[in-house]
Each structure stands twice: as C-alpha cells, then as structure tokens.
C-alpha cells in the first residue's frame, strides 16, 4: 500500500515537471516569434553599422 502511495507521488511529480517545461517551451516560441517580428520591423543597417535615414 505504501508503495502505491510511492508511486503515485513520483507520478505527479513528474506529470508536473514535464508540464512545466512544456510550459517553458511554449513561452519560449512565443518569444523567439515576437523577437523575429521586432527584427523584422526594425530598420536595416548599412554595412558601417550606422543606420538609413
């Protein structure tokens, strides 16, 4: 009985643990794509590093 009880724990646990990084793993998309629309919005520089007017 004990035992059940046992698993049962490291079960949730680790139900939890990998819904966190799924988690993590969506927010992090979600990031990565508003940096590329930020990128993509922003002006090109030249090849001096400065930016056209």
């Known amino acids: 009985m004990l035992n059940r009880y046992l698993f049962l724990a490291f079960s949730f646990l680790w ?3 990998f819904v966190y990084v799924w988690s993590l793993s ?3 998309a979600r990031l990565r794509k ?3 629309d930020l990128r993509s919005k922003l ?3 030249s090849a ?3 930016r056209p007017r």
């Open 26 to 28: 969506r927010r992090q």
């Open 43 to 45: 002006p090109v520089a």
């Open 34 to 36: 508003d940096l590329e």
């Open 15 to 17: 139900l939890i643990f």
């Open 48 to 50: 001096d590093g400065t």
